[in-house]
Structures are given as C-alpha cells and as structure tokens.
C-alpha cells in the first residue's frame, strides 16, 4: 500500500535548494511533531539538483540548533516522482516550488501540494522568503515563521489523527 492511503501522514518539505527553507522546516517540524505525540513521517527535497548530497547551509544549521534542533545530518536530495506516491503531502517553502513541484508530478501522484503558509490563516498565499542570499537575521526570521507554521501543521495532523482513531 501507498503511504498515501495510510492513515499515517507523511510530509516532503520542499525548497528550491534543499539546503536553508526546506531543512529548517523538516528540523522543526520532526521536533515539533515529537514534542506533542504526533506520529509522523518527515522529509524534506529540493526541487533543483544544485545541492545534492550537501549538509544543510551552516547558517541553516546554526540557527536550528540555536532553537535545539539538530538538522546537520540532513542530505539534500532532489524531489523524485517516486515522492508522489510515498508521501501523503508536498509542502512548498513558496509559490515557485509550487510551480517546480508541479512540473514533476506524476499523473498518477497522490501527494496532496500545498503551500507551507496557507496552513496560517494571516498568511495565506505568503512566500517563505529564500534567505540564502541574505544573513543571519534573515534565517532567524526564515525560522520563526516556518516555526509558526510547522506548530500549526502539527495542531492539523493531531486533529486528523485523532478523528481517524
Ligand atoms: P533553499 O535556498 O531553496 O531554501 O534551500 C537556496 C539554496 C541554494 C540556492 C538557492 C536557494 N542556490 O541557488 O544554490
């Protein structure tokens, strides 16, 4: 059976890179799912093939672990048609890895496509900005509000979890 007909959700994280949005949110999101119970697969990709292979960005590590969270064994790797089928969500950073998910998407995929803020009411539609080129202001802000939303993706999977047992 395709995870993507158990009841166990399983979420792809997915930047452009792999290497700064996507793995701060697979970090926060496994420490936060932990934290409150929920059982939950957890990855994140890249939509290009520019970092495959490659730690997180020192910076993205550094901020995690600034927040507790260990992600400097994280891999990039680049999002396969295969994910279609073994994840129940694809969660894009912004509205570009969207369009870059789409174009790999199987006919036959199950994965739901999602934007990671339109779980946040007050940011719907909203980008999670690339910090790559910026500093580390930037990958603290970038952390804060995919930490905002991984708690509420949380919050949404427990629910379901809950309705289903
Ligand atoms: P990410 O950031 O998509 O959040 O991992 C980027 C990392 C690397 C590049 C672009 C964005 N790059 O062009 O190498």
């Not at 993205?60 to 089928?85: C, K, M, P, W």
């Not at 994965?111 to 007050?122: G, T, Y």
Request: glycine share 8%; proline share 4%; net charge neutral.
């Amino acid at each position: 059976m395709h995870a993507a007909t158990q009841t166990k959700p399983a979420v792809l994280f997915v930047c452009l890179g792999n290497i700064c949005r996507s793995p701060m949110a697979e970090g926060a999101m496994r420490d936060a799912a932990h934290k409150a119970g929920l059982d939950i697969i957890v990855a994140s990709a890249g939509t290009a093939n520019y970092h495959i292979g490659n730690a997180p960005d020192p910076r993205a590590i550094a901020t995690a672990r600034a927040h507790g969270v260990d992600i400097g064994d994280q891999i990039g790797r680049q999002l396969s048609e295969n994910d279609f089928y073994t994840f129940t969500h694809i969660i894009a950073l912004d509205k570009a890895n969207i369009a870059g998910i789409k174009a790999r998407a199987p006919r036959q995929g199950k994965a739901k496509v999602e934007l990671l803020l339109d779980v946040l009411d007050h940011r719907k539609g909203v980008a999670v900005p690339d910090p790559y080129y910026g500093d580390d202001a930037d990958f603290e802000k970038c952390w804060k509000t995919i930490a905002e939303a991984v708690d509420a993706l949380v919050v949404r999977f427990s629910r379901l979890q809950q309705n289903a047992a």
